[in-house]
């Protein structure tokens, strides 16, 4: 057995437009996503959350609302990631790139889902419109999903 990878990944919305970040460097170099990373040792996951959220955007949000859990396989590598998806639409601060990110507003209705995680067209929508969901994707690679599946839940 080897345990989840646990990371997490926060979204600042408005009733219209949601942020992302363009990922400079490391997992997912070249495609838009919200902001997100590895929970530390001795960190609850909302902490992490709005730690990573902080570090990769400049802005603080107070409260953090859970929407999703996201499982990733990939084809090949035992370990699957376990992936915390939050949304918050009370935030301070002022947006900052950072080293890693590239933040960007996108009206609701023009995401750029090509520039993507291919997962993300599956779930946004859940998320989108505050249905809790749980996901599981199998990648072969870091474009083709072999096996999805999406559930609504009431808890998470
Ligand atoms: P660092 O390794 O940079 O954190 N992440 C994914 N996000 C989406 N939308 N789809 C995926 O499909 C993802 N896999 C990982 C979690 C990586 C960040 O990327 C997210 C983290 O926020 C496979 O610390």
New binding site residues.
């Given amino acids: 057995m080897v345990a989840n990878k646990l990371?997490?990944?926060a979204f600042v919305k408005t009733p219209t437009n949601i942020l992302l970040g363009y990922?400079k460097r490391?997992?997912?170099m070249g495609r838009w996503?919200?902001?997100?990373?590895?929970v530390e040792v001795g960190e609850t996951i909302d902490g992490a959350a709005k730690r990573?959220l902080m570090e990769e955007s400049g802005l603080v949000a107070n409260t953090l609302h859970k929407i999703g859990i996201?499982m990733?396989e990939f084809v090949g590598d035992p370990q699957l990631?376990e992936?915390h998806v939050f949304t918050t639409n009370e935030w301070k601060g002022t947006i900052t790139e950072s080293d890693?990110m590239r933040p960007e507003w996108f009206p609701i209705e023009s995401i750029p889902y090509k520039k993507?995680?291919?997962?993300?067209q599956f779930w946004f929508p859940y998320m989108l419109n505050a249905r809790p969901f749980y996901g599981y994707?199998t990648?072969e690679g870091m474009h083709k999903i072999v096996y999805h599946r999406l559930d609504s839940v009431n808890d998470l």
């Fill in positions: 990371l997490t990944l990922k490391g997992f997912g996503n919200g902001f997100g990373g590895k990573e996201l990733f990631m992936v890693e993507m995680w291919t997962d993300d994707f990648f």
